[in-house]
Each structure stands twice: as C-alpha cells, then as structure tokens.
C-alpha cells in the first residue's frame, strides 16, 4: 500500500504556534505557505471547512491540470466530475463530524485532459486553539501500481494457464519443502490428484535411496546456486517408482531472500530405462570386440586412439593397451599414408563409411595387410571420431596359400570342434559329419554320409521335414531345442543352430548345423526345478517371518505365512508397501545402510547377516523386536536375498526382567551392608568420643583453679604468653574453647546416638508409641551439616502436643531423612528454602507431616514413575532410585498416605499423613 506521513505531523511542521492567529485558517503569508510546500512531491491542499479550496502545491496543480488560480475558492463540485466531488465532500463531512484526527480513502480524479488516475486521499482537521479551522490533505497517486496489480494478476493467471495444461510436472514449494502447488499433470504422471499432494513434504515421496542425496542437493547446493538439474525416483499412487529429470530454481521475496522452490519435472523412466539397456548393450559389444578376432579400434577426430581390441596383440604384436593416445599414422606404410589420408580425413566424413586396404607395421618391423571398414560416429549432426574393423588380409594377396590354409583351418576347426557339426544338401542328405558329431550320436561318418539325415525320431521325422524347407529357404535357426536319436536308439536332449550355404551366384545349396547335447543341462534345469519348490516348502513351513527381496530396492518380493500372520499384511500388501509398512523410515535407513556397508556384504559367497535388535512394527501399531538374519541366494541366474526376522520381543522381556531383579538383588545387598557398617562405625566414634568429652567437662571444672594460678603470674610478670597468645588473651579465650570442645563432643555423641538408633532394625513383630516430633528432631541432627551446605533458609516449625502414633521410630526417621534430602537435592541455589511442618488433622484423626521445597519440581512426565523401586534421575551423582519407593513402603506399612504436589520451576510439596493410636 502507498505510505503516507501522519497529516497531523506534516500540518504541526507547516503551522507552528505563533505563526497562525487564532481564528485563521491558515498562514497569513501566501508566499511563506507556498515556499514550504512546493518542493514535496506528492499533491497537497487545503480547504475551509465548507470545502473551498485555499491553498494547494505545483503537484496538486499538474494532477488536475489547472493553475492555482482556476483552484483557489472552488469547491469539490467545481474541479471534479459529480460522483467524484460527491465522494470527496462525503468524506470531509465524515471527517467532521466524527472528530478523528485523520482519515484515508481510494477515489479517482479526472484532470482537464481526460486522464483518470487512481488515488487515496488522506485528509486531516486543522485545528488552531481548540477548534476545528480548515481541511488539510495530502494525495497519493497509485494508478501505477494498480496497473501493475493487475498485470501481475493476469500474469499469473496465464503461467496457471500454462501449467495446468503441461504435460509435464511443475510444483511449488516452500522453503521447508511443503508443496504449495501442484500442476494437473501430476494425476496423470503419479497417480495423484494435486489436491492431495498439497501441503504434503516433497520428500515424502521420494525413493529412500535417493532422499540423502536430493536432501543435500536442495537444501545446501540450490539456494548457493539458485538452480540446479537432478534426476530421482518419485513414487507412483500404485507403489512402483518413476524417474524424474527435474529443475530446481529458488524463489525469492521482494527482499530477495529465498522463501521457496519451483520444480519443473519429467517423466524419464523409459530414457533411464533406454540408457541403461544402451549401457549393456555398450558393455556386450565391448565384451564382443574384445574377443573378436578380428582389430577394432576407435579414434577421435585428430586420429588418436581411444580403444582397441584385445587382438591388435595378437596380430599386430603391440600391447593394444600401450596403444591407446597414439596416433592411427604412426604405423602406417609411407607408401599408403597420402591415400589413407585423404581416405580418413575428406572421403570419410563426406560418405560416413569407407572400405580400405592398406599396409601396418607389426611389432616387428614388417608390414601386413589390412582390410578396414571405417565409419564415423556422431553425435546428432557432428562427427566425433571414427570406428575400424580391420581384418589381416595379407595372406589373401597370397591367394591361393590364403585359400589352403583357410580350408585347413576350417577343416581343423570342424574336427576338432566339441560340438557336433554337419552339413546337409537341399534334399536332407549328409555331406559333412564331424568326430565330435560320431561320439555324440554313436554313428561313424562312413555311415552317415550321402545319406537322408536319420537322427530325428519317427514322431519328429514330420518336424524335420518342414525345418528342412525352411531351411531351403535360408532361414536360420538359433537355440533350437528338441531331441534327436542315437544310434543305441536312446534320445538325446539337443540344442541346435543351423545356417545357409551358398554357391558362387549365391543360391542356396545346403545347410550347415551345430548340435549341442544338452541333456545334462535338462536334468539340471528338472534338479533346480525340484530344488526350488523344495525351498518353495522351506520357506513357507519356516517357524520365522521370512521374505524375498530384490538385492538393490530391498523391495519385498515375496513372504511366508507366518510374516503374514505376525505383521498382519497380507502378501499382496507387503509386494506393494515393503519395509516401509514394517519400519519405521529412521529404521528402514539404519536397517539398509547396515546391510550394504560394506561392498562384500552382497556378494554371491558372503556369510550370513545379521542385524538385532530390530524394532518393527505390525499393522496393528504393536511393536515386535525382531532378531534379522539375511544372505544372498541365486536361482536361474537371478539373484535374491533373502532373511528372515524371528520375534524376541520376549526374549528381550524376560532378559531385561532378569536385569532389573539381578540389580535390585545387588542394590539390597548393598543396603543390609551399609545398615551393618554404619552401626560399627558409630560404635567405634562413640568411645573415643567419651575420652573427649570426659576430658573436656573435667578441664572445665578445673579451670577457675588455673585461671587463679594463671592470673597470679600475669600479676607478676605481664611479658607471660601462653600457646603464643598474650595471657590476658589467653585467659579470655581459654574458657570460649572448652566449652566449643564440650559442645562439639555432645553433638557427635547425639549424631553418633541417633545414627545408631537410625541403623538398628526395628521388631516387626512389636510396635510402639511414637512421638513425630522426636523422630524429626533426631532425623535433623543427622542431616544438620547437609542443611546448613545446601541452603540458607531452612524453616522447622513442630507442632506442640501431637499424638503419638503407632509403629516404628527408626523407619519413620528414615522417610523423614530421605524425603528432606530429596528436598535439599533438588534447590537451585543457596537462597531456594525447604520448610518442615507438623500438624493434627481431626477427620479422620491423624499427624500431618509436609515438607516443601523450593527446587526445580518433577517433570510431568516422569510424575507417575518416581515410586518405583530403582527409577531415578540422579544416576551420575549417586542415585539409587530407591529412597521414595522405601518412604511409600514404610508408610503403606503404617496405614498411612504419601502424596506429591509438583510444578516444574516452582518446587514440590510432599505430605504424609500417619493415623495416630
């Protein structure tokens, strides 16, 4: 909104006291006036009170497009349209009459050329010894930023326009991540209708494999560089995941601090599917060429190679890894450099295919002849380099020894072929049967030869007859599978592959074939077959949850009955929701990033895995603490792995039960132990105690005798000293010491008696009259010196002539001491106070005792535990967590009632109540 200055500030500047006489509207100098307002920018007037303009600035002028004169002494209903001066009077009338000091409202003013321009007007009283005088107002044009209200409107009406008919995904967040808005096309994409994805975490969604990584990608790396491009998975409304190309770019306010993010987003599962089977396909074509006999090399658009085949060694002689960054020149026979150059460079990238011969230098200094096929790569229009499959053709110039020793190697290679090999003419008779092809079927190839093929079975004979046509016809066949005869007659499990010979004019004339026994392979596939529904049974009839997962999601791709009935999911719910639906996400991570934290812990032969405890959850919200033991398998080349989760959620019950009674056992011990020594060492403070005391209460007694003797030589002699002090002081100070020391003697005596009395076990059998203001007096002997450390405000008030009550005098000692060290324990500070009171309660009769303190208080939500045994908060400074599950017992055990009154920072109130006899 436009921003104005209060009017009543401007007029106090305009109209100082004495500059207006009372009585005046405004100053008596025009010219003073007009030398104070006409360098303001914005349009300023004034009025007398029934609306006649008297005095206005150079803006106001140009706004109207008047000149002062043409303004001075008209009214509204003079300068503007009807309805615009009916909204001006209107609103200097409301002014008036409700006595505010200033009012603003938004109007239009038409000036002398036509031009409408939107305002608000802020009007103000002037007011000169106590009345109203005159209307002072200041004017602010705010067409500008109205047009640019509604540019913006429609602006963003239009992107709403666009997004909403996008195909891809455009989404706004804020800058905590949470969608603000989402296109139409996300129905589409996800699943989801945008609507529900409002408001909703955009990591929600996202693959848990993925979520470290765009975490950091859109908290830190974003807003450092404003935009980013990242691809992920995002999960689909159904369960499976998509991947999504997306840009990031930050959104700014108008103090161009980052208060959010705009992603625009594509659906690139198949491109990411595409590029990964381009990948393999990349990385079989290596795995070819690498044992390809024949040279294949690639190089960049300067002739330097970047790959070539593991046969450059063989037939060339050179390390082909050594190769690598040379230049494909180097090696080339002078006499074919020109040629080849103009062949590569010109022909090559004009045609994109070229077929050569040329000589190569071997390793050991003599040429051969290569036959090479060149073609460049692109990338879109632009070459980027080239791509050889050469052959040695050397021995091919030597044309008829190329011939023999070609003849010689197939003949070689067909003979010592493992796998049988044969050739039939057009009619189904053997021309070719090698040795391996004898061993397999039993007959020799003078018994085979020119003869119809007789291997497939009389109900395959039909079969063969229409593979033979086909084959005539130049069809290939590859991995066929089917049974052929021997000549024992049993029937053989093979696979075949066959392809067409040709004559010099190119007709078919025969069929050449390879014959693999795969019989064994068949028997294996039934073993695995039957091995695998024997794990099918295994695995079901397993006493533990167990599941299937693939090894890179851990999605679950199967599970047994028994994780069904524990996790209460069916089969088709965990396939759809995995671990999630069983773990916590902080869990799933932790559980994740356990199992591959290492490389190896995947692989084929690692041990088995384990990860315990492991809290999950059922559909039921209860949590089971599972103990996890997974490995990998693999079947028909598939790998899984597989675990399984065994419940110990009461294993771990019992053992931590046995825990907490093997403490407790511990710490009672520790307590019969403490209770016995503190008896011994009262006994053993006590007797030299008495030494003390004696000596010190006789000393007394003696003392007048000395101090007559003492003062007879100080008489005598002034200069006398005794202990170093000057006798006089001595003899001041001598009498002050013997009675601290009998004083601190009867103190000891009184704590050692009370500590005895404290530490001795009461009768169980006898009760007696108890006095409660005894056993406080003795329990504050005990506790004097921990008082006076932990506070300066310790309050006692006992109330005279309580009634004694029935039971044990060391046990209710006991409550006391440790309810008023739990007091002391909890002050803050030396000027947080404790108060003890006593009290006779008359319905029903009984002894109030509270104690308050003014401590820290107990947390609400540990109010309800504070009265079991061995629960404290005080482990590292000694706490036991059995003081007020002790004071609770004695005093249940004497008909009694404990309770506590806590608010955190402003202390606790114990009360006890005892029935008296």
């Known amino acids: 909104m436009a921003r104005f200055e209060d009017p009543q500030d401007t007029i106090k500047s305009i109209l100082r006291p004495g500059n207006v006489s009372a009585g005046e509207a405004l100053p008596t100098d025009p010219g003073l006036f007009d030398n104070m307002i006409r360098l303001l920018p914005d349009p300023i007037f004034f009025k007398n009170l029934d609306g006649s303009y008297q005095r206005c600035n150079a803006a106001f002028e140009q706004l109207l497009g008047k000149e002062r004169a043409e303004i001075v002494d008209k009214t509204d209903y003079d300068l503007f349209l009807p309805s615009i001066a009916h909204v001006n009077r209107h609103n200097d009338i409301c002014l008036l009459n409700a006595g505010l000091p200033s009012h603003r409202y938004e109007t239009s003013i038409v000036s002398r050329n036509g031009r409408r321009r939107e305002v608000i007007i802020q009007i103000a009283l002037i007011t000169i010894e106590g009345g109203p005088t005159g209307i002072f107002g200041i004017i602010k044009d705010i067409t500008e930023r109205r047009r640019a209200e509604t540019a913006l409107r429609e602006r963003k009406d239009l992107l709403h326009r666009i997004t909403d008919n996008m195909l891809d995904l455009v ?93 625009a987003s594509r659906d690139v599962t198949e491109r990411v599917r595409a590029e990964k089977a381009l990948r393999n396909n990349e990385e079989q074509l290596r795995r070819i060429t690498d044992h390809m006999p024949a040279l294949v090399s690639a190089a960049d658009l300067d002739g330097l190679f970047t790959y070539l085949s593991p046969s450059h060694r063989g037939i060339l002689g050179f390390d082909y890894e050594a190769l ?85 190697t197939l003949q070689a290679t067909i003979q010592a072929s493992p796998l049988a090999i044969f050739v039939l003419n057009r009619e189904g008779c053997i021309q070719l049967w090698n040795p391996a092809a004898r061993q397999m079927f039993g007959w020799t190839e003078e018994e085979v030869k020119g003869k119809y093929y007789r291997l497939a079975p009389d109900y395959l004979d039909l079969e063969f007859r229409q593979n033979l046509a086909r084959m005539n016809r130049g069809e290939k066949f590859h991995g066929q599978e089917t049974k052929r005869r021997c000549k024992d007659g049993t029937l053989l499990d093979i696979s075949f592959s066959t392809a067409p010979l040709y004559d010099q004019k190119g007709r078919i004339i025969g069929t050449v074939g390879i014959l693999e026994d795969i019989t064994e392979r068949k028997r294996t596939e039934v073993a695995l077959r039957e091995s695998e529904e024997l794990f099918r049974q295994i695995f079901e009839q397993n006493e533990d949850p167990a599941f299937l997962f693939d090894p890179d999601t851990l999605a679950i791709l199967d599970a047994n009955a028994v994780a069904v009935r524990l996790y209460g999911y069916s089969k088709k719910a965990l396939r759809a929701g995995g671990l999630n639906l069983i773990m916590k996400p902080v869990v799933l991570t932790s559980f994740a990033r356990k199992l591959v934290k290492e490389q190896a812990g995947l692989a084929d032969d690692a041990p088995w895995r384990h990860v315990s405890p492991l809290n999950t959850i059922a559909s039921s919200g209860k949590e089971v603490m599972a103990s996890f033991r997974g490995r990998l398998l693999r079947s028909r080349g598939q790998v899984y792995f597989y675990g399984t989760f065994r419940d110990i959620t009461e294993k771990l019950r019992i053992r931590k039960e046995r825990s907490e009674m093997q403490a407790k056992l511990i710490q009672a011990n520790k307590m019969t132990a403490i209770g016995t020594l503190a008896s011994g060492i009262a006994h053993e403070i006590n007797n030299p105690n008495n030494y003390l005391l004696a000596n010190a209460q006789f000393l007394e007694e003696a003392w007048p005798d000395i101090q007559h003797t003492l003062q007879e030589h100080a008489d005598s002699d002034p200069d006398l000293t005794i202990g170093g002090l000057p006798v006089q002081e001595a003899l001041k100070d001598i009498p002050q010491l013997l009675q601290s020391l009998i004083e601190g003697s009867r103190r000891i005596k009184n704590i050692v008696t009370s500590l005895k009395d404290f530490s001795r076990q009461d009768d169980e059998s006898t009760r007696r009259p108890v006095d409660i203001n005894r056993v406080i007096n003795a329990a504050l002997v005990i506790l004097a010196n921990k008082i006076k450390k932990s506070t300066d405000l310790f309050n006692c008030t006992l109330s005279a002539g309580l009634p004694p009550i029935m039971g044990h005098s060391q046990k209710i000692e006991q409550v006391i001491i440790n309810l008023l060290i739990n007091a002391l324990q909890a002050l803050p500070h030396r000027q947080a106070g404790v108060s003890l009171t006593t009290s006779l309660q008359e319905s029903p009769r009984s002894v109030v005792i509270k104690i308050r303190d003014q401590g820290t208080g107990i947390p609400e939500e540990i109010r309800g535990r504070i009265l079991d045994p061995f629960f404290t908060t005080k482990h590292k400074t000694g706490g036991t967590g059995l003081g007020l599950s002790i004071c609770y017992a004695i005093i249940n055990d004497h008909k009694g009632s404990i309770d506590f009154a806590s608010e955190a920072g402003a202390g606790t109130t114990v009360t006890v109540v005892l029935p008296v006899l």
């Not at 969608?179 to 129905?187: A, C, E, K, T």
């Not at 040379?326 to 010109?346: G, I, N, S, Y």
């Not at 050991?364 to 052959?391: N, P, Q």
Request: with cysteine; glycine share 6%; proline share 3%.
């Open 171 to 263: 989404s706004e967040a804020d800058q905590h991540g949470f969608f603000r808005y989402l296109s139409p096309s996300h129905g589409m994409v996800l699943g989801f209708a945008p609507e529900e994805l409002v408001g909703t975490w955009l990591y929600d969604l996202m693959h848990p494999d993925d979520l470290e990584r765009m975490r950091i990608t859109f908290r830190d790396t974003l807003p450092a560089l404003k935009i980013v491009r990242a691809e992920f998975r995002y999960r689909h409304a159904d369960g499976h995941y998509l991947w999504l190309e997306t840009i990031a770019k930050c959104t700014t306010d108008e103090l161009n601090r980052v208060n959010g993010a705009v992603f």
């Open 324 to 408: 690598i960054g040379t230049c494909l020149w180097d090696w080339m026979h002078p006499d074919d450099m020109e040629r080849m150059r103009k062949a590569f460079q010109v022909t090559l990238p004009e045609k994109k295919r070229v077929h050569e011969e040329f000589r190569y230098r071997h390793v050991d200094g003599h040429y051969i002849w290569l036959e090479t096929v060149a073609k460049c790569t692109m990338e879109g229009l632009r070459v980027t380099g080239s791509i050889f499959a050469s052959r040695d053709i050397t021995e091919r110039r030597r044309a008829e020894i190329a011939l023999r020793e070609v003849n010689q």
